[in-house]
């Protein structure tokens, strides 16, 4: 069964502390690796892409990498505005459509 | 260009009643998509449409049924509303990438 479990659920940082989150998938036949921003009270906000294992994607301190089992957000001296949960998915390999499989989340909290 | 619009913002509703969420993009994809987010849980795909005039049932349909209106419009019916359907519901659109709406926050009591 596809599946994309992320750890860990929370996550408490101080200000400047770098940082990794952990998206683990079982996909056969990946389509695409999707990081996603969520703040309280609102939609997912598209971060990343990532296709193939061993590319890359940086935006400000972020930094999304994929192998062939898991993907990492690296999260480099992170500041309160990066506080939010980050949400990854995973697209199988299903013909005429871009269906998804979620994981659950990350909650990072950075303390000034 | 608002990308994509959810109305209403908040809704609560009596066991029984019956309610449209509508979903709107500007973004002019092809596919679009209905979710439902709730804790510990995750997004949970309800149905989908891959192109104007199609849709199809996703992880979670019972309990819905959508209409995809046109290109730009794709609803979600709730025919008699439960408390186990007390949700956020998110529409998404996207041909690769999926962008979603600012959500509808549903109480039904």
């Known amino acids: 069964e596809d599946q994309v479990t992320q750890s860990p659920e929370a996550l408490r940082l101080q200000e400047g502390e770098s940082s990794s989150l952990n998206c683990s998938y079982t996909v056969s036949g990946l389509r695409g690796l999707f990081w996603y921003r969520q703040d309280p009270g609102k939609g997912p906000e598209f971060l990343f892409t990532?296709?193939?294992a061993g590319e890359e994607k940086e935006k400000e301190r972020l930094k999304a990498t994929l192998t062939k089992k898991e993907s990492f957000l690296h999260i480099t001296a992170p500041k309160p505005e990066d506080s939010a949960t980050y949400l990854c998915?995973?697209?199988?390999?299903?013909?005429?459509?871009?269906?998804?499989?979620f994981g659950t989340g990350t909650r990072l909290k950075v303390l000034a | 260009n608002a990308g994509v619009t959810q109305t209403p913002k908040f809704q609560v509703l009596k066991t029984g009643q019956s309610m449209t969420l509508q979903c709107a993009q500007d973004?002019?994809?092809?596919?679009m998509y209905w979710y439902r987010q709730d804790p510990g849980m995750g997004l949970r795909l309800i149905y989908y449409s891959a192109s104007e005039g199609t849709t199809d049932k996703g992880e979670v349909p019972n309990g819905y049924n959508v209409s995809r209106l046109n290109k730009r419009e794709f609803s979600l019916r709730l025919e008699s509303a439960a408390p186990s359907q007390t949700s956020v519901y998110f529409c998404a659109t996207g041909d690769s990438e999926q962008f979603f709406g600012p959500g509808t926050r549903l109480t039904v009591l």
């Open positions: 990532l296709y193939s």
């Open positions: 973004m002019n994809h092809n596919s």
């Open positions: 998915a995973a697209r199988p390999p299903t013909s005429g459509t871009y269906k998804y499989i």
